[in-house]
């Protein structure tokens, strides 16, 4: 997810002047990667362990050692602790904290986004531009921190009323592995600002760098314990989000573990819940549309992170008239991207993120032809030609043509470089066709010459973040969030302070009490 086109050119203009320190398959991590009470910790003799591989080569990165009872209990005590200290500091002292973090980020901006490229496989451009939107949040929600305030209601004799914004608490944090440095960045950065404390669970999968954001808030001066990380998959994240310690769940992930796990856990609890989910999102273009851009929309709606994005415009509705030179275009700049080594500044695709999930997203493909669908292009196992990165996940970038409504691909999510290309005659048409899902994440617009079409289409798009005239650019100060299956809850933009404090309401009586009795 990008902040801005502006940021995504400067990205790869600055890249050249960046000393590389990483090369693929040169990196092993020993280290512990759980971090509370102010150090990583490393997993008590009878932990568990499980593989965690670079994507680019397919090598072992390391042995994660999975949390259990005693180190989610260690880590929330810790976090009880913090949170103590933190939440009656003022915002002024919070935000300093918060800034001086925002700007190791930016020192470290190298250091960061090559390994999340080393855990993940995505290029070095893009991410470098997801640890610049990690950095921006902590920035954002820094200078909103000392802004939280409540409400003076003057009432009948002199009586008044007042508000105040108190935090929750204990604050758990569950992400997934598309996005893992930014995710554990845009769950804690309002989460503390507001006065709670963290424990967050990366995905199993890319568990590396949240270890960093952790040493990065200590050394910003934090208070041990403010933000930790436990390590671990299912049965660690549901130890997490039961523990009675934990105040609020704030979960990023697949439709099924949100709806079927984290609602029935919170809903025990009462427990308050933000959920990022799944997407299948539309994406409509116009016959007035600029082709160009609207080509090149496409390709952000789909291919950004090996196509692993939630809010993905998978659903590209072409308008009739101009279905042959869109496709045309779409499937010559497609076969154009160049895949490969992630760590490599020429890389525009880097590796899918795991064996498991290429497997998954090369069936798609071959279930998209026997339903029908023609591969315009790509589809299929991509070997480079480097040595060491032939055990990686590689696959070339595919645009499917001749999709129908109840084709496989067009109705479930893929996660994966898979566009699929639907043509459609009316504006009636498309509105229609493109709110026929579940989900209800993302949405998006190409047309020219009439805007106000374009803000009537919106109107009427069933989708939490939508597009005009581009696609998949997230700016922090703007909230991002699902309609539908898709979410509960906004992350980033000022709503969110709502979604990580509570209200209080306090009567002052200045008369006697009128009693009844
Ligand atoms: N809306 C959004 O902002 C985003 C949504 N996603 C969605 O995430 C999915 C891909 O991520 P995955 O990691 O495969 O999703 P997933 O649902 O398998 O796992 C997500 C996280 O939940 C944890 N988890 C699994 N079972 C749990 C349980 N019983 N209790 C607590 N935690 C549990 C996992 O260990 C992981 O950390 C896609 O469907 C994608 O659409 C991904 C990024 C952003």
Known sequence: MLAASSRWRAAVHHATSAARRLSSGSVTITDPLNYWAGRRRAGQEKCSTENVYEPATGRILCHLELCG?????????????????????SGMERARIMIDAAHIIENRREEIAEMEVVNNGKSITEARLDVDSARLCIEYYAGLASTLAGQHVQLAGGSFAYTRREPLGVCAGIGAWNYPFQIAAWKSAPALACGNSMVFKPSPVTPVTAVLLAEIYAKAGAPEGLFNVVQGGQETGSLLCHHPDVAKVSFTGSVPT???????????????????????????????SDVENAVKGALMANFLSQGQV?????????????????VDEVVKRTRAISIGDPLLESTRMGALVSRLHLD???????????EG??????????????????????MSPCVLGDCTDDMTCVKEEIFGPVMSVLSFETEEEALRRANDTTLGLAAGVFTRLETSRAHRVVEHLKAGSC???????????????????????????????????????????????????
């Open 360 to 370: 998954k997203v090369l069936f798609h493909v071959q279930q998209a032809k026997a």
């Open 310 to 326: 939630c809010s993905n415009g998978t659903r590209v509705f072409v308008q009739k008239d101009i279905l042959p030179e869109f």
């Open 467 to 517: 597009f005009i005239n581009n696609y998949n650019v997230t700016p922090v100060e703007v909230p991002f969030g699902g309609f539908k299956m898709s979410g509960i809850g906004r992350e980033n933009g000022q709503v969110t302070i709502e979604f990580y404090s509570q209200m209080k309401t306090v009567f002052v009586e200045m008369g006697d009490v009128d009693s009844l009795f």
């Open 69 to 89: 009872a005693d180190e989610v209990n260690q880590a929330v005590k810790a976090a009880k602790s913090a949170f103590g200290y933190w939440s009656k500091m």
């Open 258 to 288: 949100g709806q079927k796990v984290i609602m029935e856990m919170a809903s025990k609890g009462i427990k308050p819940v933000t959920l990022e989910l799944g997407g299948k999102s539309p994406l409509i273009i116009f016959e007035d």
């Open 373 to 394: 669908a023609k591969v315009l292009c790509g589809g299929e196992p991509f070997v480079p030609s480097d040595p060491k990165l032939r055990g990686g996940y590689y």
